[in-house]
């Protein structure tokens, strides 16, 4: 029993992060039905902003928390604004107009971002400094809970409430939803489709960042390639969940989190991976759109 | 320079096939001569290496290039192909080249259960569940002991031949080269075929194909288990020539390489993978410096070019037949326009007393979500009639079309062909059954020439399969000769000849729908059914086509037209059905219809209450 909720607030400290990852995939999915391949190599970009600045002498100097924060701020503001670089410069002139193109683009950017952080890190791992957080542990009866999940749990568990409510609630969320749902349609009714895929992209790229820098402090260690596979198995809870449907993509993450860590507490953890792919197979030959999603099988 | 060259002889070879075989092996065989002469065993080595890129990339080809399919996983195809070679000779004790087949077999199988549920989905599925598969493949390689799990499986028998042995570079350079000959040969033959055509059609426009009488599904699952099959081909070279095979061997990095290898060499060109594959695995060898900046260098080159030319990622290469196909289509003479058609003989033997009529339609109903679009639609049309639909905007004229065509299912009701349930056919099975049509706004393949246009409606009639386009390439070509032909004389019928070379992009508007209009035709259709075909067109195009209808309508073929030009219905139909918010408002003759106080309502409305003191 300890175990299994352990293992239970593991898999969604886990899940948290794809779940986070998984927003960015989702919100650009809803609103141009297109694979970002980069979203997953933004988190690591993040991390090493983050580790960057947490390097720095004066950054060190400041409390730990604050440290900490404008950190995240930075790799925030740096990856949002790479994001919409991108955009800009790469993808907009593809959206629409090549599927296979944009793929094949973002799939490219993905790696040469990834060699690019190579070239300048190395190939070695970097290490986060060492934070007394990452060590806490509150004990609960016989289960003892490692303070650093609460945290990740409980911040990312308020962004995507937030981002639960910034779709269900605001304008520019319900012009989101609506899109997802009938693109001519929303475009009829005045929703400005340009800045909506940049909006998307930004935050997508904002969330992406936290996920990054907590990461880091979480685990201890970034590398270059950190981020293909993270976002390989974000994208797969989207789907999971229902692509274009951020309560889908929340709850996406959350079912590949807890799936991977049962499978590595329970059974052999090399496994793991081989569970999480069967499972997105196995979703889409039952119910191809995720658990929340709507239509996905083509028919014009 | 030498590419034109190289392109330029492998298009000529091309109009004679044995030759072009053995040109290949030939070519193959010359290598390994060099090699035998010139190389090194590292040389030697690396050469193997090339030509096993080479397969791969030739496989993948299949898939992305020809049927413009992304698979990320496709090392899980070699991956298959090489554990199941190697399993054969380590663990059954079975003979290299026996293992060949079965790794193929294999690997097929494991294509289809991943293609299937994932092909029926949007086309960027397929890119997420083959990096799922990819990754599956290699865990399970990494974790199962039967197979070494991350040790590998060794040692691999050497593949022995009637007593010749494989065990030097060299000599496992001539197997691999005679493989990747074979691949050559197999894939240009499949790119060539009606098969090919059809791919590229998809590529561009998978409804329009369906609706052509081209299994759609299968054909991408097609692709994707042919591309596979190469790749499996590619993994029995692999463990041919290795002494061990391991899981590092086909990691996903592999898989995003290829894809770089494929689309810088051009998707859809064998030379191009030939090429690139040639730099991607030698040019490292040579420059050990650039070796770290591979992987950047070819990601920023694929960025570059896909941002340079966005549209034309495919190069653009027609399949026209040789100009001498064309001349003699061009003086064939006229009396042998458009063979009577199925439908057409089917009329002249029909006595009055034959039971059903072409097309029942019995109480369609089609609701989307809470929108009636039709409510208990009923229509029958008899061979040889022209049958009209004309209502307002809105009023259901498109969703009936698409209830009849299989696009959308009914909610209820029943469409028969022939007293035939056609309800829950799938679109291209019910194109097959002779019932074809034009679209409201024009659908065409705009990569593709007008004339490649048409004759790829063609494959609806053609009963060959995948055995002819591999092995009896001699049949196809003759069978796209007299489908080119066949197509010359629709695209005559419609007028539009002297563009059958020319892309659909650069037509008019009419003229679109006049190339929509031979399409339709070729496939011999028993039931016509032409969405607006009017739109567009000037008075004098408009004389013509109701000339053509009537001319269509009397060699016996049903005609379904909707259509907002009432002098056109008037002239042209028999009969017109009115429909307005989704219910039949009139039936009758034309004129009578349209003078019917309601229809005229329907299409004007209701007087206003400004208009009502001046009545």
């Given at each position: 029993m300890e175990t299994l909720v352990q293992v239970l607030i593991i898999g969604g400290t886990v899940g948290s992060f794809y779940a986070l990852v998984a927003l960015g995939y989702t919100m650009v999915y809803g609103i141009?039905?297109?694979?970002?391949?980069?979203h997953g190599d933004l988190v690591m970009v993040a991390s090493f902003i983050g580790w960057v600045m947490l390097e720095q002498a004066w950054v060190q100097a400041m409390p730990t928390l604050l440290g900490i924060l404008l950190a995240a701020g930075v790799a925030i503001a740096g990856t949002a604004l790479l994001s919409l670089t991108l955009l800009r410069l790469l993808y907009a002139r593809l959206i629409g107009r090549s599927t296979l193109g944009f793929l094949l683009v973002t799939l490219s950017v993905a790696f040469a971002m990834e060699e690019i952080i190579k070239l300048i890190f190395g190939a070695r791992e970097r290490a986060y400094p060492n934070y007394s957080l990452a060590t806490e542990t509150i004990t609960i009866g016989a289960i003892r809970l490692a303070g650093m999940d609460l945290v990740v749990i409980g911040l990312a568990g308020t962004l995507m409430v937030g981002m639960i409510w910034f779709a269900q609630r605001t304008m520019t969320g319900a012009a989101m939803r609506a899109l997802a749902i009938d693109h001519d349609a929303a475009r009829l009714m005045g929703v400005n489709v340009t800045a909506l895929i940049a909006a998307a992209f930004a935050i997508g790229a904002a969330l992406a960042a936290v996920t990054g820098v907590l990461s880091g402090v979480y685990y201890g260690r970034i590398s270059f390639d950190m981020g293909f596979m993270l976002g390989l198995k974000a994208f797969t809870a989207a789907v999971v969940g229902g692509i274009g449907n951020i309560g889908g993509a929340v709850l996406g993450g959350l079912v590949i989190g807890v799936l991977e860590a049962l499978v590595q507490g329970y059974l052999a953890g090399a496994w793991s991976d081989a569970f999480i792919f069967g499972a997105l197979i196995l979703v889409l030959y039952?119910?191809?759109?995720?658990?929340?999603g709507e239509r996905v099988a083509v028919r014009a | 320079m030498t590419r034109t060259l190289l392109n330029r002889s492998r298009r000529h070879v091309a109009t004679t096939w044995p030759t072009s075989v053995l040109a290949i092996l030939g070519l193959a065989l010359a290598g390994v001569a060099l090699l035998n002469a010139y190389g090194s065993d590292y040389v030697t080595t690396v050469a193997v290496g090339v030509a096993t890129y080479a397969v791969l990339g030739l496989g993948l080809n299949v898939v992305m290039?020809?049927?413009?399919l992304l698979d990320m996983g496709y090392a899980a195809f070699f991956a298959i192909g090489a554990y199941t070679s190697a399993i054969c000779g380590?663990?059954?004790?079975?003979d290299f080249f026996a293992s060949i087949p079965i790794a193929i077999a294999v690997t097929a199988l494991a294509g289809v259960l991943i293609g299937y549920p994932t092909l029926?989905?949007?086309?960027d599925y397929l890119a997420i569940v083959t990096i799922g598969f990819g990754e599956l493949v290699r865990t399970i390689a990494n974790n199962w002991d039967y197979v070494g799990?991350?040790?590998?499986?060794?040692p691999l028998p050497i593949p022995e031949l009637f007593g010749f042995t494989f065990h030097s570079p060299i000599r496992q350079a001539l197997l691999a080269f005679a493989l990747l000959a074979v691949a050559v040969v197999l894939v240009n033959r499949l790119g060539r075929s009606h098969i090919g055509r059809a791919w590229r059609a998809i590529r561009d426009d998978d409804f329009v194909t369906e609706s052509v009488g081209l299994p759609t599904l299968r054909l991408k699952i097609g692709a994707y288990v042919a591309g596979g099959a190469v790749g499996a081909l590619a993994g029995s070279i692999f463990a041919a020539r290795s002494v061990a095979i391991d899981?590092?061997?086909?990691?996903l990095m592999l898989s995003v390489q290829l894809i770089m290898v494929v689309v810088l060499g051009g998707l859809g060109s064998t030379v191009g993978v030939l090429g690139a594959s040639l730099v991607f695995v030698a040019l490292p060898e040579i420059l050990r410096s650039i070796q770290d900046y591979r992987l950047l260098v070819f990601s920023v080159a694929v960025i570059i070019l896909i941002e340079l030319r966005p549209r034309g990622l495919v190069p653009e290469r027609s399949v026209l037949p040789p100009a001498a196909a064309l001349a003699a289509a061009r003086t064939?003479?006229?009396?042998?326009?458009?063979?009577?058609?199925a439908a057409a003989t089917q009329a002249t033997t029909a006595?009055?007393?034959?039971?059903?009529?072409?097309l029942r339609a019995t109480g369609i109903t089609k609701r989307f979500a809470g929108l009636?679009?039709?409510?208990?639609v009923s229509l029958t049309v008899e061979a040889g009639r022209v049958v009209g639909i004309i209502g307002p905007n809105g009023a259901g004229k498109s969703t009936l079309i698409n209830a009849i065509t299989g696009v959308h299912r009914a909610t209820s009701g029943r469409v028969e062909l022939r007293g035939r349930d056609?309800?829950?056919?799938a679109p291209h099975r019910i194109a097959r059954l002779g019932v074809s049509r034009t679209f409201q706004t024009t659908r065409l393949i705009?990569?593709?020439?007008v004339l490649d246009n048409v004759t790829v409606a063609a494959y609806a009639t053609t009963d060959l399969g995948l055995r002819h386009a591999l092995f009896a390439p001699r049949t196809v070509r003759h069978r796209d000769f007299t489908a080119a032909v066949r197509a010359w004389h629709q695209l005559d019928q419609v007028g539009l000849t002297e563009a059958?070379?020319?892309?659909?992009?650069?037509?008019?508007y009419a003229d679109r729908r006049r190339v929509e209009l031979a399409r339709a035709m070729i496939m011999e259709p028993s039931l016509l059914i032409l969405d607006e075909?009017?739109?567009?067109?000037n008075p004098k195009e408009k004389a013509d086509l109701t000339r053509l209808l009537r001319t269509v309508a009397a060699s016996g073929v049903a005609v379904l037209l909707i259509e907002h030009d009432m002098p056109l219905v008037t002239a042209a139909a028999d009969e017109v059905v009115v429909l307005d918010q989704g219910r039949i408002l009139a039936t009758g003759a034309p004129t009578e219809v349209l003078a019917l106080p309601e229809v005229i309502e329907a299409y004007l409305g209701h007087p206003t209450d400004d208009e009502e003191p001046d009545r």
């Open positions: 141009v039905r297109l694979i970002n391949f980069a039952l119910r191809p759109q995720g658990i929340l | 290039g020809y049927a413009g380590v663990h059954l004790g079975l029926r989905l949007r086309p799990a991350s040790r590998g499986l060794y899981p590092t061997n086909f990691e064939t003479p006229a009396t042998t326009t458009s063979p009577p058609s006595t009055p007393e034959e039971p059903a009529p072409l009636v679009a039709l409510d208990d056609i309800t829950r056919l705009d990569q593709m020439a059958a070379a020319r892309r659909p992009g650069s037509l008019s075909p009017a739109a567009g067109m």
